[in-house]
């Protein structure tokens, strides 16, 4: 399923916390086009797109607070707009941002990001990611905030970010036919694309440019 990216004007306004108290199949696919960044200490702030999301429900079985809430998915249960990092295999970690409401399991995994003047593929899967931003279990439960020096902007303006795809969700066991993952079809940054949806040549791919004022 292919959908229009929606373009807003002003692409350094922060996302506030009203966008993410709303259900996670409703967030994920707007926060494609949105930047993540992140305050370094050489003040040199780590900055890229979001190409690819998932979202999880506890309505559903795939999401981490579906049978029980425990220690190790309290965060999931927390207040709309703050990190869910948890680890996956024993080593990678996967960051994840809380959505809808308190006591109700609910995120966005963040699976790919384009970073301006890198490698392509450098953040085109979870691990990938959590490793090229450094976010570890350390950032469990911070709030989205440019004071916390970890947070979100509005989806950049650009005519060349036309189609987000709609498809299922990849690495899990259960729920595997709930189209519940969204990605920006010209990025070369995703981490699986769907079936039949070629990879873009890179004459005709969408990149982020520095600044992103595109």
């Keep these: 399923m292919n959908q229009k990216l929606h373009r807003t004007t002003n692409i350094h306004q922060p996302l506030k916390k009203s966008f993410f108290a709303r259900p996670a199949e409703l967030v994920a696919p707007d926060l494609i086009g949105c930047r ?9 702030n780590i900055c890229g797109v979001i190409v690819e999301t998932e979202a999880y429900s506890q309505a559903e079985p795939a999401c981490h607070g579906y049978q029980r ?18 680890l996956t295999y024993g080593i990678y970690n996967c960051v994840n941002i809380v959505t809808d409401k308190a006591n109700w399991a609910s995120g966005v995994l963040l699976r790919a990001i384009a970073l301006p003047d890198e490698d392509e593929r450098i ?3 979870p691990g990938l990611l959590a490793k090229r931003f ?24 650009s005519e060349s ?52 004022n595109q």
Aim: glycine share 6%; charged share 25%; hydrophobic share 30%.
């Design 36 to 44: 993540l960044i992140k305050k370094t200490s050489n003040s040199n």
């Design 161 to 212: 970010m036309q189609e987000v795809i709609q498809t299922t969700r990849i690495g899990i066991s259960k729920a595997q036919d709930l189209p519940w993952r969204w990605y920006m079809q010209n990025s070369r940054s995703i981490s699986k694309r769907a079936k039949g949806d070629p990879c873009p040549s890179k004459m005709k791919a969408w990149t982020p440019q520095k600044g992103f």
């Design 123 to 125: 953040a085109s899967g």
């Design 69 to 86: 809430r425990t220690k190790s998915n309290e965060t999931l249960f927390g207040e709309p707009g703050i990190f869910y990092v948890y």
């Design 134 to 157: 450094e976010l570890t279990k350390s950032h469990d439960s911070l709030p989205i905030s440019i004071e916390n020096g970890l947070w979100l902007t509005e989806r950049a303006s």
